[in-house]
């Protein structure tokens, strides 16, 4: 697949988004705090992954933090005197963590957290949201809220527990300690653990293999996902149907079968 020129988004310094090659890259850039979520940051994420979904150019979203040391190290705590000062802040602060969140966990295309570094709290709750997983060596993840006397609420809790289990949970919170990468990958918390200096680019090539597979396919699985974390009496199988069924009448179809018979690879259109 030929790479499109790179194209910036217009966003704050604090959150950084660019797509090249089908890939869409969001960075938290927030170095001098560990690339530590702002208030704002969580407000503007939501904005980016609408973005990037309404987007045909970019097939995969790739999420990662600036520099070397850190992916995400928790929300930003020296904001929360401010942010967190009365019931209604609190409110708006949960409401726009809860939106970031959900936009995630929702983005209609293939979401992967690039982790270097500290992946601690909220960082660690960002990159669960994603559907892959992909980690330095290097990389240390953990949840301290029992270290602070945070409450941690159940949505939260929730979703780790459907990527790691109950026993990986609680492992988790109870100890409140940082884990390492191996670790991580024990637990099933990362898809694939490499070497700091390959992070990028096996990164890069893992986003460039989903972006060249069929748009319609990924969606059509994406959905499928998302629905299997639903309770079943709120699944929308009609829905997952029809988008199967669009798969098999679509374009990308006949060229996958056309490029499959001619040995070669299959140039998809997303219709």
Request: charged share 25%; proline share 5%; aromatic share 8%.
């Amino acid at each position: 697949m030929n790479a499109p020129a790179t194209a910036a988004i217009p966003m704050t310094d604090r959150l950084l988004a660019e797509k090249k090659g089908g890939i869409g890259w969001i960075t938290f850039n927030n170095p001098a705090r560990h690339n530590a979520v702002s208030f704002e940051m969580w407000l503007k994420l939501p904005v980016v992954l609408a973005e990037f979904a309404a987007d045909p150019e970019v097939r995969v979203i790739v999420l990662k933090g600036a520099g070397e040391k850190a992916f995400v190290a928790g929300a930003d705590i020296s904001q929360f005197k401010e942010k967190r000062s009365s019931e209604d802040a609190v409110q708006a602060y949960n409401k726009a963590a809860d939106d970031a969140s959900k936009a995630l966990q929702e983005c209609p295309k293939p979401t992967i957290a690039m982790v270097r570094g500290y992946c601690i709290g909220g960082g660690t709750a960002i990159a669960v949201n994603c559907d892959m997983r992909i980690a330095s060596e290097d990389a240390k993840f953990g949840v301290p809220a029992g270290k602070l006397g945070l409450g941690y609420r159940f949505v939260g809790i929730k979703r780790l527990t459907d990527v790691v289990g109950p026993q990986f949970t609680a492992e988790i919170f109870f100890t409140a300690r940082q884990f390492t990468a191996q670790e991580a990958l024990q637990m099933n918390l990362v898809n694939r653990v490499v070497p700091a200096a390959e992070l990028e680019k096996y990164t890069t090539d893992y986003a460039s293999t989903i972006a060249g597979n069929a748009p319609l396919t990924l969606a059509s699985v994406k959905a499928s996902i998302i629905e299997c974390l639903k309770d079943p009496a709120k699944r929308d199988l009609d829905r997952l149907q029809k988008m199967v069924d669009a798969c098999y009448k679509s374009e990308d179809y006949k060229e996958g079968q056309a490029a499959f018979a001619e040995k070669r690879k299959p140039v998809f259109k997303g219709k």
